[in-house]
């Protein structure tokens, strides 16, 4: 009753986009209209294991990644109809705005939010997660012409990039490149503490996982300057 296996369905769609087995475009397209519902209803939830049952973003980038190389395989129009969806979704988690940090590292810095994506309503920190879908809102934006997707696309760059420059300077800790997964925008999960026992706005850690999100998304941005994708 969770979203975790939408991850399955964009495997599935990965699978079939790589060999053209009818199985996979089956399983693929079964699976992506179960979870549609819960992204029509924006309620997502599930999908990380801190946060059970509780409607997150991290669930949705499945849901936007099955739906974009569905469409790149097929063609059909429904499928494009589907990535919007999970796109207007995302945004939603996605901030618009400059918030105001309560605590150090974050409030002594330009640091600024706009561009990340909340991980869920129970977990109420900024992470780099959504960089995964770079490739998929620039897609979106060249197949529908709406040039705001790829607005919406570089704000999540601009945002990661800022992010990477907090250190080691300001973060205190690192070298450039480390990246955490956790941002405090605001006063919501300040579980980190400094020696002194001061709340910290960071997370004292480095998530590879966010690095690669992050190198994955420049990657592919450097690599299509004419952020042209074109659907076969």
Known sequence: D??????????????YAYKKHPDYL???????????????A????????????????????AYVKAAR???QSTGESEFLKMLEEGAHYEYLWRYGFKTVPDCPPLNQCKWNACGGSVTSVSNPHVHPMG??????????????????HRERAEDGLAWAMQCME???????????????????PSDG?????????GPSSLWFSYNGWAAANVLEALLWRIRNKDEVIQSS
Request: proline share 3%; net charge negative; hydrophobic share 40%.
């Open 131 to 148: 960089l995964i879908i770079t490739e998929d809102l620039f897609y979106l934006g060249t197949q529908s012409g709406n040039e705001y």
């Open 2 to 15: 969770g979203f975790a296996g939408c991850w399955v369905v964009a495997a599935f769609a990965a699978a």
């Open 42 to 61: 924006c309620n997502a939830h599930g999908t990380p294991m801190d946060t059970w049952k509780s409607p997150d973003q991290e669930g949705n980038l």
């Open 26 to 40: 089956r399983a693929a397209s079964k699976g992506i209209e179960f979870y549609r519902k819960s992204v029509l």
């Open 189 to 197: 999960l300040l579980t980190e503490a400094y020696l002194d026992g």
């Open 166 to 184: 907090l250190y080691p300077d300001m973060a205190g800790y690192g070298r450039y490149g480390v990246l955490t997964e956790r941002f405090c």
């Open 69 to 71: 190389l569905l469409h």
